[in-house]
């Protein structure tokens, strides 16, 4: 089995085949800040992102059966056990500190808003059913976990009692059966045909039951010594839920009265249009629950955080060299080599021209209106190019060949012609000085590698680095690129050829699993947010391939000014609902808040897979100016009648 092709931690039941793919750094990244502010179990956490942004792995790590895997081994998972104590949910003295089970929403739940009752009894019977398994999960967890339900002892609330009995006591046992009891009554409600009426409610359905407000801890005897550890509900793929049930279900869990941490799971798709696009607005303070964001509850977003875009990248290709090599590992073929890392197997070379593709680009530097620049100004332009390679060489200790400088010429020579007065170009060659300097810097050297891609078709889709940045800080969509070259890499081990895949072979599977990632991806309005992102596609390229290269690399988003961004969910409902699925299954980021020209930006971003699969850049930053309403006509469908 190839890993990297085949979501490894969704297939694994096992905690020690589990344990050996999960990489410690998205919980530094996501959790650490929290952990220190005493945030992460004190209170709702809502974690929000993307499909394969890695919710459901880290969910599973801070249940209590895998928590106790990795303690009872912290030599082998010592990163995973010291990041763990970094999110302090484990004790500085090595115990467990919480008691985690998961409970996925996908089934049931959503029947309970599907019945024919008030809303306050439908939220009931959610609450109810939750719980309930909740309760019977934990105890599951703790036998798990090797800890006999005899020697564990529920520590409720102190102001409590009313409730303790209603839920059976502190026995677990006693917990136990009534939580079953709960559990059938409420089933049979949801799970039948015909609902029954009022007065035909089995006794479990309609009763008082609310564990969460009274349990408090749970004491374990470790080594002969009571530890206490706080009990977790992750209740994940929470956006199966409706709306307005997940909205009651998050007021709900918010109240500052549970002390049992609480944590939800779900994708961008529950949020409101309003919210997707203006994060700042998601689950704003509600007059009528009283419920209070900044106190109440932490929402941590399992995507790149706002704020410096550099170091965003940089994190995730830790995440990512990290992930790549514990993956590598369980591959027979690999670890029989001792080849455990995949940037060696990536060659990061830049490649060259062919000397007779050279010789046209050379060709070309004298042809069309590039012959009217005066001989004294091409050699000042060279001059210049050359004094920056040198430059870069020492600083970078790469040196760049013959084609990628004849190409920079050429495009400082472009942007020569565009700001001397037009009359010099029907004359003979004069040594016309430009109305702004001219400046040879990264910006040129870049846009001189994309041009020699676009018109030379030089590979540029190559090295680990880029890998990572192609995924748009995703890591599943990081295994499925990186699982492509794996599978290369292997079929060439197994046949005794080169181990190293070369820059131009990365760039065709790169850009073969792009193609069939992008035609398989499967969303709500598909057809127009694949439509608005062909369109910003095309007019990127357009701009990218110009021979003055204006935007350096070229651009791969649109810019909205903010003002006008924040009145689409007003203005523009459909067009809103479209910014909203492209942006939570990552066919696009936003980027608010961007600088330029004394004004904020919101960038439309696209993602890595439509870089590679149209030619674009993927460095940040470049973009062109647009109107809103040139998003509401790039998602107009074109009329089936016309």
């Known amino acids: 089995m190839n890993p990297f092709e085949k979501r490894a931690t969704e297939y694994i039941r096992d905690d020690q085949a589990f344990l050996p793919y999960v990489t410690p750094e998205p919980l530094i990244t996501y959790f650490e800040a929290h952990a220190k502010e005493d945030v992460l179990f004190d209170r709702l956490a809502l974690m929000v992102g993307s499909p394969g942004s890695g919710k459901t792995t880290l969910g599973r790590l801070f249940t209590l059966p895998t928590l106790t895997s990795v303690l009872r081994n912290t030599t082998a998972y010592k990163p995973l056990f010291d990041a763990l104590r970094i999110c ?116 479990g359905a309609t009763r008082a039951y609310d564990p969460f407000d009274v349990i408090e801890f749970f004491e374990l005897k470790i080594a002969g010594k009571p530890v206490r550890v706080r009990p977790l509900v992750i209740c994940d793929d929470a956006h199966v839920l409706h709306p307005r ?131 004294e100004r091409r050699r000042d332009i060279e001059g210049q190019v050359d004094d920056y390679l040198i430059r870069q060489r020492g600083e970078e200790q790469i040196e760049d060949g013959p084609d990628v400088r004849a190409m920079m ?46 018109e030379f078709e030089l590979p540029y889709f190559y090295g680990f680095d880029l890998l990572c940045d192609a995924a748009t800080e995703n890591a599943e969509r990081f295994l499925r690129l990186a699982g492509h070259l794996v599978a290369q890499i292997e079929t060439q081990l197994i046949r005794e050829a080169e181990t190293v895949l070369t820059p131009a072979m990365q760039e065709r599977l790169l850009k073969q699993r792009a193609e069939r990632m992008l035609s398989e991806e499967d969303l709500p309005d598909r057809a127009r947010v694949v439509q608005l992102c062909e369109t910003i596609a095309k007019q990127c390229l357009s701009k990218t391939l110009e021979p003055n290269a204006p935007l350096g690399e070229g651009p791969n988003a649109w810019g909205i000014r903010e003002s006008e961004f924040d009145s689409i969910p007003k203005d523009f409902p459909d067009l809103a ?16 808040d961007h600088g330029t020209k004394n004004e904020q930006w919101c960038l439309i971003e696209l993602s890595g897979t439509w870089a590679l699969a149209r030619g674009l850049t993927l460095r940040r930053g470049g973009f062109l100016e647009r109107r809103t309403q040139d998003l509401s006509d790039a998602i107009r469908m074109p009329d089936a009648t016309s």
Request: hydrophobic fraction near 40%; aromatic fraction near 6%.
């Open 245 to 375: 049930q997940l909205d009651a279900l998050i007021t709900w869990l918010s109240r500052r009265e549970i002390r049992v941490a609480r944590w939800v799971l779900m994708r961008i798709d529950a949020l409101t249009p309003q919210a997707a696009l203006k994060p700042s607005e998601a689950f704003p303070q509600d007059s009528e629950s009283g419920r209070n964001r900044s106190r109440d509850m932490v929402i941590i977003r399992m995507q790149a955080k706002p704020g410096d875009r550099g170091a965003n990248r940089r994190a995730f290709r830790k995440i990512a060299r990290d992930m790549s090599e514990r993956y590598l590992r369980q591959m027979p073929v690999f670890m029989r080599r001792g080849l455990h890392s995949l940037p060696n197997l990536l060659d990061a070379q830049p490649p060259s021209l062919p000397a007779g593709k050279l010789k046209q680009l050379e060709a070309t530097l004298g042809s069309g209106r590039r012959k009217f620049v005066g001989a």
């Open 409 to 454: 010429v050429r495009i400082v020579m472009e942007r020569y012609l565009n700001r001397v007065p037009q009359s010099s170009l029907f004359d003979e060659p004069t040594e016309t000085v430009p109305s702004t300097p001219l400046k040879v810097d990264s910006s040129v050297r870049n846009a001189a590698r994309m041009h020699l891609h676009q």
């Open 88 to 203: 302090k949910a484990v004790s500085p003295d090595g115990h467990p500190s919480i008691a985690g089970c998961r409970i996925p929403l996908e089934s049931d739940y959503r029947e309970c808003w599907e019945l024919p009752y008030e809303d306050s009894l439908r939220e009931r019977l959610l609450y109810s059913l939750l719980q309930a398994r909740t309760v019977l999960a934990w105890l599951r967890a703790l036998e798990s976990a090797g800890h006999a339900l005899s020697t564990v002892q529920m520590i409720p609330r102190l102001d409590a009692e009313a409730n303790l009995e209603a839920i059976g006591g502190t026995d677990p046992e006693q917990l136990r059966e009534v939580a079953r009891q709960i559990e059938r009554d409420v089933y049979k409600v949801t799970a039948g045909l015909i609902p029954p009426a009022l007065d035909k409610l089995p006794a």
């Open 577 to 592: 609902r479209v910014l909203k699925s492209g942006l939570a299954y990552n066919m696009f980021t936003l980027v608010r």
